[in-house]
């Protein structure tokens, strides 16, 4: 099955500062999503791409989507102590009939304040 | 945040106890699923199913089963838990869509089995 892997796996940074964590995956995509995770808690969801989207912003929050090369980034500007949890891309990936997601193995950010 | 229940937060167990993990959602929502997460790791699908009476294996192989009796009710039971079974266990819900689906995750079950 189709996964995504985040790079780096892990970040650390200092509050105020941007954070950009990287997802490729492997096969054709419908859309690609941003989760977060915090300690021992579930998945929250971001922001989605479409694959025929190249970039999106939400807030602190912008995600672009290169298709020709299977990969896409999570950039968090002015990061906040809060931000500190895991962030997994999730791919939907064409060809499934049941809109599946794969997730990804995650990327840990810690927001230094 | 999202209304997906489950129960219990934390479950420590004896090896070959049978244990029913419990997964609510009031959105209404046809879609469920069950994911098991090791720490660090990615979510890999257990199970899941697209409403009433509907239950499909996951990617993952799993020795739990599942039951879709009611929409907003989706339980996972472990016959007899064992020390491999330790893990976290994630339930989500979705609306059926035609196109992009967005996943709504419970705050998880986090499993020790001695």
């Known amino acids: 099955s189709q996964q995504g892997e985040e790079d780096p796996q892990a970040l650390s940074i200092q509050e105020g500062e941007n954070a950009t964590m990287n997802c490729s995956y492997k096969?054709?995509?419908?859309?690609l999503q941003w989760y977060r995770q915090n300690s021992g808690r579930g998945l929250v969801h971001l922001i989605l791409i479409r694959s025929n989207e190249r970039e999106k912003h939400s807030g602190r929050l912008r995600v672009t989507l290169d298709t020709s090369k299977k990969s896409s980034s999570l950039l968090i500007t002015a990061s906040r102590a809060a931000d500190t949890a895991s962030y997994f891309c999730a791919t939907d990936a064409t060809g499934y009939g049941n809109n599946r997601l794969a997730f990804g193995k995650g990327n840990q950010v810690v927001v230094i304040p | 945040e999202a209304d997906i229940y489950q129960t219990p937060r934390y479950l420590v167990i004896g090896t070959g106890k049978k244990i029913t993990l419990e997964c609510s959602q009031t959105m209404g929502h046809d879609k469920m699923y069950w994911y098991q997460q090791d720490p660090g790791m990615e979510l890999h699908l257990i199970h899941y199913s697209y409403g009433v009476n509907s239950t499909e294996k996951g990617d993952l192989s799993s020795e739990s089963t599942v039951s879709r009796i009611r929409t907003e009710h989706f339980p996972l039971t472990l016959e007899s838990a064992r020390p491999s079974h330790t893990s976290q266990y994630l339930c989500?819900?979705?609306?059926?869509?035609?196109?992009?689906?967005?996943?709504?995750f419970g705050s998880g079950t986090q499993l020790s089995v001695l």
């Open positions: 989500a819900s979705s609306e059926r869509r035609v196109d992009a689906e967005k996943l709504f």
């Open positions: 096969t054709s995509i419908n859309n």
